[in-house]
């Protein structure tokens, strides 16, 4: 089994800056791209941020500029680092990863949620 644990989350003012850590912990082969969701309630989850084993990141538009996503493989965890937060930044972050196992001598990729952890941004 893979745990995806995330912390960081917290109560900010708007200007302020947060950082996300989500660490992967289990047994697994490769970790591919690592990813930062976030769902604010009676909302859909969207993308915020990815990136790839290589490093390579993707941002949502509304974050471009004032969030970077990076990782540590050796460490297995990602980063989300969070400046000039907005109120409309308020949401549920969750991490996601897509993770490859060995299973009777074949791989399979999974996909792997974290629990979630809440940002609030207050005006």
């Known amino acids: 089994q893979v745990q995806l644990v995330e912390s960081g989350g917290g109560l900010v003012q708007a200007g302020g800056s947060l950082r996300l850590s989500c660490a992967a912990s289990g047994s697994f082969i490769s970790i591919n791209d690592m990813d930062w969701y976030r769902q604010d309630p009676g909302k859909q989850r969207e993308l915020v941020a990815a990136?790839?084993?290589?490093?390579?990141?993707r941002y949502a538009d509304s974050v471009k500029g004032r969030f970077t996503i990076s990782r540590d493989n050796a460490k297995n965890t990602a980063y989300l680092q969070m400046n000039s937060l907005k109120p409309e930044d308020t949401a549920v972050y969750y991490c996601h990863a897509e993770v490859t196992r060995s299973m009777a001598g074949y791989t399979f990729t999974y996909s792997y949620w974290g629990q979630g952890t809440q940002v609030t941004v207050s005006s």
């Open positions: 990136v790839t084993s290589g490093g390579s990141a």
